[in-house]
């Protein structure tokens, strides 16, 4: 009963490393994707993806990039950390049917520190 | 504007009374409509979805949506002092599944 599952919990980066978070789901969603939550700015969409092969960026995707490997996994790179990207990430599944969705299910979260 | 706007808080309620959160969308074409609860340090957690206009009840959550006025609340009842959390409101506009969240409302239930 694991939902969606990201590694690690918790990463500290010094300005310029690179490093990828892990997300996987195991309820056969179609829909994956990426927040970032800052305190005062609320959840922001880095990345999604709409079904297995398929990406699109969110409203704040500028040093980010994604891979959907399988129907399962959807991880987020980050090629050149900086201190701006500190923040908690979270990644989200969800399954629509036609017009409805069902709402998103969201993993415990990756506290990441740039200094 | 912002696509979805929230009262930051905090709301202060007693324990036992009734919690009323409001939130305000933009975009006339929105069509389904969530709260979610978020405790300190954790990750967002669904409580309530709805997609027509009115009242949508579970348990002591109700979700009340009125398309017109572009507006969504949640009245939580017989407040607990474990219902001390911030509450987001989210939205899914017409085109495509992706939820856009307001910056959500801290309520605090004092004993």
């Known amino acids: 009963n694991a939902g969606v599952t990201q590694t690690p919990k918790f990463q500290v980066l010094k300005t310029g490393q690179s490093m990828t978070l892990q997300c996987a789901q195991d309820?056969?969603?179609?829909?994956m994707y990426w927040y970032r939550q800052d305190p005062g700015m609320g959840l922001r969409l880095i990345y999604y993806s709409a079904s297995e092969g398929t990406t699109d960026k969110g409203e704040v995707p500028n040093g980010y990039n994604v891979s959907r490997l399988n129907k399962r996994e959807f991880s987020l790179r980050l090629e050149s950390a900086a201190p701006s990207q500190t923040s908690v990430y979270f990644c989200?599944?969800?399954?629509?049917?036609?017009?409805?969705?069902?709402?998103?299910?969201f993993g415990s979260g990756t506290r990441l520190t740039v200094v | 504007q912002k696509e979805v706007e929230q009262n930051s808080g905090p709301l202060s309620v007693p324990e036992g009374a009734i919690a009323s959160l409001n939130c305000t969308y933009s975009?006339?074409?929105?069509?389904?409509f969530f709260w979610y609860r978020q405790y300190s340090g954790k990750s967002p957690e669904l409580i309530m979805s709805?997609?027509?206009?009115g009242d949508k009840e579970d348990g002591r959550f109700t979700a009340q949506l009125n398309k017109a006025s572009q507006y969504v609340s949640l009245l939580i009842r017989d407040s607990q002092p474990s219902d001390s959390a911030t509450y987001l409101c989210a939205v899914i506009r017409a085109a495509g599944n992706k939820l856009t969240f307001g910056g959500g409302t801290r309520v605090l239930v004092k004993p």
């Open positions: 975009d006339r074409g929105s069509q389904s």
């Open positions: 309820m056969n969603h179609n829909s």
């Open positions: 709805i997609y027509s206009n």
């Open positions: 989200a599944s969800s399954e629509a049917w036609g017009r409805v969705n069902y709402g998103y299910t």
